[in-house]
């Protein structure tokens, strides 16, 4: 009888952890920087160079300049980044001053996160995206959203490249 109500418990909490981080997919990016979205629909972004993600796939780097993001509560922001694959946003690095304010909002909205030690760093993650928070410097923190379905496109066109020289033989 009285496993009835721990069961229960455990039942109800799971699914207040699964809406955490149903909150986290239905945001989609950082206030209304969204992954995935075209990079000329993000007002400020200027180009700052291109870059190869991971060494190998061919991306841009922008940095967004917008009155809008400057805060997150009362929180400074100090620079914003997004990184694009064929004009498409797949990640965006805010790096804001440190307060432990950001963690307890992040843990409100979304849910507990999972701490990875080899990183120092905690990880949200759903099926499309992933939030990592984490020590950028001594006084910043860094918040990196990323977009799996664009990570998983950059690998799917690596392969199309490769098995385009094989028929080419």
Not at 70 to 92: F, L, S
Not at 109 to 119: D, E, H, N
Request: some cysteine; glycine content about 4%.
């Amino acid at each position: 009888m009285k496993s009835i109500p721990l069961v229960a418990l455990i039942l109800l909490s799971s699914g207040l952890f699964a809406q955490d981080l149903a909150e986290l997919d239905r945001r989609n990016g950082f206030k209304d920087l969204k992954l995935g979205t075209p990079i000329d629909s993000v007002q400020g972004a200027v180009f700052k160079k291109e870059i190869k993600e991971k060494n190998e796939f061919p991306a841009k780097l922008y940095e967004v300049e917008n009155d809008a993001y400057k805060t997150i509560g009362e929180v400074r922001v100090k620079k914003i980044e997004v990184k694009t694959y064929k004009d498409k946003v797949y990640e965006i690095i805010v790096i804001t001053q440190k307060d432990i304010r950001l963690m307890k909002g992040m843990e409100k909205s979304f849910g507990k996160p999972a701490y990875m030690t080899p990183t120092d760093s905690y990880n949200w993650n759903t099926k499309t995206l992933s939030l990592t928070f984490r020590d950028h410097s001594k006084n910043e923190l860094r918040l990196t959203y990323r977009c799996y379905p664009l990570l998983q496109q950059m690998r799917l066109d690596k392969g199309k490249k490769i098995d385009d020289i094989a028929a080419d033989f």
